[in-house]
């Protein structure tokens, strides 16, 4: 009988404690990868327009070639700016994401330490 309530106590601790911080922590992984994935993705976006930049800017011979190299950075900056629109957007999603499910995993274990607290008044 006393090996059945240090297995029991073991589960106990595990599913208070243990599994949470597991859940908690597969959570802030997945989160920081696809930080991280997005904050590279963005970082090439802006390392490729900047060197195509470079590029057009080589091959300027003339007034006419600078004119419409001129021309064509508002619709540089346009796009770099709606780029980064769409950035700060999916910042903010998966902001926001994170806080749901962190929420979640924390309304779970207060309601298993809330059963585990009833369990343990019943059978005192």
């Known amino acids: 009988m006393n090996t059945f309530n240090t297995n029991e106590m073991a589960q106990q601790f595990d599913n208070m404690f243990m599994a949470p911080a597991r859940a908690y922590m597969a959570l802030s992984i997945d989160y920081s ?13 802006y390392t490729d327009t900047g060197i195509a930049q470079m590029r057009q800017i080589m ?13 064509s950075q508002q619709k540089v900056a346009k ?13 903010v999603s998966l902001q926001q ?13 207060v309601k298993q330490a809330q059963s ?7 059978t005192a």
């Open 79 to 91: 796009d770099l700016a709606e780029r980064a629109k769409g950035d700060a957007d999916k910042v």
């Open 33 to 45: 990868e696809k930080m991280l994935n997005a904050q590279l993705d963005a970082s090439k976006a």
């Open 97 to 109: 994401d994170f806080i749901q499910k962190s929420q979640k995993i924390t309304e779970e274990n």
């Open 59 to 71: 091959n300027v011979k003339d007034a006419e070639g600078l004119r419409s190299y001129m021309e």
């Open 116 to 122: 585990a607290v009833s369990n343990i008044s019943k």
